[in-house]
């Protein structure tokens, strides 16, 4: 079993930046796939990023260009950086862990899930 918390959410103003983070409580981390999800208000819950346990990352396509995926194994994390922070970027942010394997895209393939932090962004 894997427990994922993540932190870093909050209000921040457009065109602001964030750094979300997620701690794994799992001492096998590093061979994890872990991911990024947001969920509107009203709307399903979409793929931002993954990587691989060897950093090999995935973006989705709406989300190139201002968001970066990153992980340290040696402290169990995996991190979000958000940049030029627009409204609609307002979301409840999941990160997710997938056994090894393949970059899964879809929220049904992860196997473990983090409790979300939100992000709010003023205009």
């Known amino acids: 079993q894997v427990q994922l918390v993540e932190s870093g959410g909050g209000l921040v103003q457009a065109g602001g930046s964030l750094r979300l983070s997620c701690a794994a409580s799992q001492r096998t981390f590093s061979t994890y796939v872990m991911g990024w999800f947001r969920q509107a208000p009203g709307k399903g819950r979409d793929l931002v990023a993954a990587i691989s346990s060897t950093g090999r990352t995935y973006y989705a396509d709406s989300f190139k260009g201002r968001f970066t995926i990153s992980r340290d194994n040696a402290k169990n994390t995996v991190y979000l950086q958000i940049s030029s922070l627009k409204p609609e970027d307002t979301a409840v942010y999941y990160c997710?862990?997938?056994?090894?394997?393949?970059?899964?895209?879809?929220?049904?393939?992860?196997?473990?899930w983090g409790q979300g932090t939100q992000v709010t962004v003023s205009s």
């Open positions: 997710a862990a997938k056994e090894p394997g393949y970059i899964p895209i879809t929220p049904l393939e992860y196997d473990y």
